[in-house]
């Protein structure tokens, strides 16, 4: 959001340029707004860093004030504000969900949420699922992408376990794809990415087919059938050849959930 034009920065020292930042900032949920937009993302690492010399707890009362404030008026707007944590190699300022949950009771607005990201937790060491579970009550937004910065499915990521968690934890929200390197182009990056999901999030029946047919000769026992009688679903572990690979003959596990509708 804060990338350009240069000189923003949200907890900046300079009382002008938090100023000009949140004006910015204001201006920004005023377009989303009449874009009928709903979520915006706080990223942008270089614009909440804290720079040598800086005192800490204040950076964190100027990001506090400047947040506070967007959000109130987000609120008016009927526009989301998600609050994202980032690995430690982009930031020194909220680099883990449980900062962001910090920040965002502080902030104490229904505005201002969390978004988790799966490539930061990933390069943060954080496990994706538990975070989900720890914090899933503060949860709005979800990137899904991988720890090579790519599309979700291309790197070492176990996502089975992921989608089963925001499964068990009522998570309704969209699953939008974060990626940083844009080759071959846009489409075909999207494509593979829904691709890569539908996989393991059935919404058709075509999708189920395609799951059907991944899961052709897979074991599961009794003991891994779990009912959650609070979201109504069933989750069922099983253990199935990794058919839709050239390497079909290894093993995987696989969480597949069904829904009363």
Same mark, same amino acid.
């Given at each position: %959001? ?5 000189? %923003? ?8 340029? /938090? ?11 005023? +377009? ?25 707890? =204040?950076?964190?009362?100027?990001? /506090? ?33 449980? =900062?962001?949950?910090?920040? &965002?009771?502080? #902030?104490?607005?229904?505005?201002? /949420?969390?978004? !988790? ?21 503060? +949860? ?8 090579? +910065? ?43 990415? &829904?691709?890569? !999901? ?6 058709? #029946?075509?999708?189920?087919? &395609? *799951? ?15 009912? +959650?009688?609070?979201?109504? *679903?069933?989750? !069922?572990?099983?253990? /199935? ?14 969480? &597949? ?5």
């Amino acid at each position: %959001l804060l990338v350009s034009p240069k000189g %923003l920065y949200v907890n900046h020292p300079d009382n002008e340029i /938090r100023e000009k930042t949140l004006d910015y900032f204001l201006a920004l949920i005023d +377009l989303c707004a009449d874009l009928e937009g709903r979520v915006m993302i706080i990223g942008s690492p270089q614009q909440r860093s804290v720079q040598e010399g800086w005192d800490a707890d =204040q950076s964190w009362n100027y990001a /506090r004030e400047t947040f506070t404030h967007s959000a109130s008026y987000a609120q008016d707007k009927d526009v989301l504000l998600c609050m994202e944590p980032l690995s430690d190699n982009q930031t020194n300022f909220i680099n883990t969900p449980s =900062q962001a949950v910090k920040m &965002i009771h502080q #902030v104490n607005s229904p505005n201002f /949420r969390l978004i !988790l990201d799966v490539c930061s937790t990933a390069n943060q060491g954080l496990d994706m699922p538990t975070e989900i579970r720890q914090f899933s009550n503060d +949860l709005a937004h979800f990137h899904t992408n991988d720890n090579n +910065l790519y599309l979700p499915g291309s790197g070492d990521v176990d996502y089975p376990p992921i989608i089963s968690a925001l499964a068990e934890t009522g998570y309704d929200g969209y699953l939008s794809t974060e990626v940083f390197n844009f080759e071959p182009d846009p489409i075909t990056i999207a494509s593979q990415s &829904i691709s890569f !999901l539908k996989k393991i999030i059935a919404q058709s #029946v075509e999708d189920l087919q &395609i *799951i059907s047919a991944c899961c052709s000769e897979a074991k599961i026992k009794a003991s891994d059938i779990k009912f +959650l009688p609070s979201n109504k *679903i069933f989750l !069922l572990s099983l253990q /199935r050849f990794n058919k839709e690979t050239e390497d079909n003959n290894k093993i995987i596990n696989s969480i &597949i959930k069904f829904e009363f509708i």
